[in-house]
């Protein structure tokens, strides 16, 4: 299933870059001879207006092949390629890429303004790091985060994002404790100890209470209060969070009656932690969870906020590099075979989660087909750049040629290198 679904997403994200190249091709006056989806051999097609459309067997990816491409045919034809001027080609070969980066726009704007349950939570500071940029900042254990540099924090997600975004530079948090708002300033760290994270928090989603706790029962025996929300279950040195009812009553099942076991709860601002060494030691509390929030936004804050998501995204993807440089992280690369793993984890989440990875892997792809590298729509812009810098003199052909075939070679080996790779770590589990 997950390959097919990534098979449908990668055709779709291909189909829309051939696209953009076959219609700024016919706008500029070349002529396209064919339009393939995906590799021959050809399973459908059909010509209309001059070119070749095809439906091909290897879903892969797709072409479009212009007349005087490889300036071997049709070169004294006006309408070759070849003989298009330099901004006409610079225009054909961005097209592709700027329709990839352009589509995250749509994608996002309809995630943003289609209505959507949100699953919100309280999210908990349950552990600070000595000397850490949390610390000196003075933010506390049983500290409930509701802001970062003037975005709300309904989850941890939003928070590690949030985090994410500001490495190296200074962010600005509301923390509350017991009612009171205060504000933290704080520096997260781009390469911080090993077990601290940038900020050196860790942190819970917490959004299930006890909504009642029966007189005389073990939940009251251990101190447990209606009205306090279940941020932690920690037992077998595993932790658990509770985001549903029926999760907290599976933690604690699966906890009671450990040594360690016990239940970190938040009430006014202050964590208790629970003990829950007897079997059952908790049995006689009800649990509420807090109801999801209907959101949307009006189609014009939508497209705003599609904007600031993909700026969000490049300064994430920007800031992972600064990390790899400082070696506070290595890089990973994923192939075919780890992006159709990621996209079948991905596609647990939903429809929207699935929306959203596709608009990640359309950014992606326009980010590595601008390149310069041979063989890549970037390595051809490279070689028209190099003319105009040369006074509109080419360079020759055959070398053009040769430098593709090379860059497609290095490419497919790359790709197969990575696969095996991927492979190897799919097995190792």
Request: aromatic content about 2%; glycine content about 14%.
């Given at each position: 299933m997950a390959v097919l679904l990534f098979l449908a997403i990668l055709g779709f994200l291909v189909v829309a870059h051939e696209l953009g190249h076959l219609a700024v091709a016919k706008a500029s006056g070349v002529r396209v001879l064919e339009f393939g989806v995906g590799f021959p051999p050809k399973l459908l097609g059909f010509r209309w207006r001059g070119t070749d459309y095809r439906l091909n067997l290897l879903p892969l990816g797709g072409y479009v092949r212009m007349l005087g491409e490889d300036e071997a045919e049709g070169s004294s034809d006006?309408?070759?390629?070849?003989?298009?001027?330099?901004?006409?080609?610079l225009a054909i070969l961005a097209a592709g890429a700027t329709v990839n980066a352009l589509l995250p726009i749509f994608l996002l704007t309809a995630v943003l303004a289609l209505p959507q349950d949100v699953a919100t939570a309280d999210v908990v500071v349950t552990r600070v790091a000595p000397g850490s940029p949390a610390a000196t900042a003075g933010v506390e254990a049983g500290d409930v985060v509701r802001e970062a540099d003037g975005r709300s924090i309904d989850h941890s997600v939003s928070l590690q994002q949030a985090i994410h975004l500001r490495l190296g530079a200074e962010s600005a948090w509301v923390v509350e404790q017991e009612g009171e708002r205060r504000e933290a300033r704080l520096i997260p760290r781009v390469?911080?100890?090993?077990?601290?994270?940038?900020?050196?928090?860790?942190?819970?989603?917490?959004?299930?209470?006890?909504?009642?706790?029966?007189?005389?029962?073990?939940?009251?025996?251990?101190?447990?209060?209606?009205?306090?929300?279940?941020?932690?279950?920690?037992?077998?040195?595993?932790?658990?969070?509770?985001?549903?009812?029926?999760?907290?009553?599976?933690?604690?099942?699966?906890?009671?009656?450990?040594e360690d076991a016990e239940a970190l709860v938040l009430r006014r601002g202050r964590l208790i932690a629970l003990g829950m060494a007897g079997a059952g030691a908790l049995d006689g509390a009800a649990w509420e969870e807090r109801p999801p929030e209907r959101r949307r936004l009006p189609l014009w804050r939508a497209f705003v906020g599609s904007f600031q998501w993909m700026g969000d995204i490049l300064v994430s993807f920007r800031n992972e590099l600064s990390r790899v440089v400082a070696g506070a992280s290595s890089l990973e690369v994923a192939g075919p075979v780890g992006i159709a793993q990621l996209t079948g984890e991905v596609a647990s989440g939903g429809s929207r989660s699935l929306v959203v990875w596709t608009a990640l892997l359309s950014m992606n792809l326009a980010i590595v087909n601008l390149l310069p590298l041979p063989a890549l729509d970037g390595g051809r812009i490279a070689f028209v750049l190099v003319e105009l810098a040369?006074?509109?003199?080419r360079l020759a052909p055959e070398k053009e040629r040769l430098a593709h075939f090379a860059g497609f070679a290095v490419l497919m080996a790359g790709v197969l290198l990575i696969s095996v790779n991927d492979i190897r770590r799919l097995l190792a589990g």
């Open positions: 006006p309408a070759a390629f070849a003989n298009a001027s330099a901004p006409r080609r390469d911080p100890p090993p077990g601290e994270g940038a900020a050196g928090v860790e942190i819970a989603n917490a959004r299930v209470s006890a909504a009642s706790v029966e007189r005389g029962s073990a939940a009251a025996a251990t101190g447990l209060q209606a009205g306090d929300t279940l941020v932690l279950v920690r037992g077998g040195g595993a932790s658990d969070q509770a985001l549903t009812a029926a999760d907290a009553e599976a933690a604690l099942a699966s906890a009671s009656g450990l040369r006074g509109g003199r």
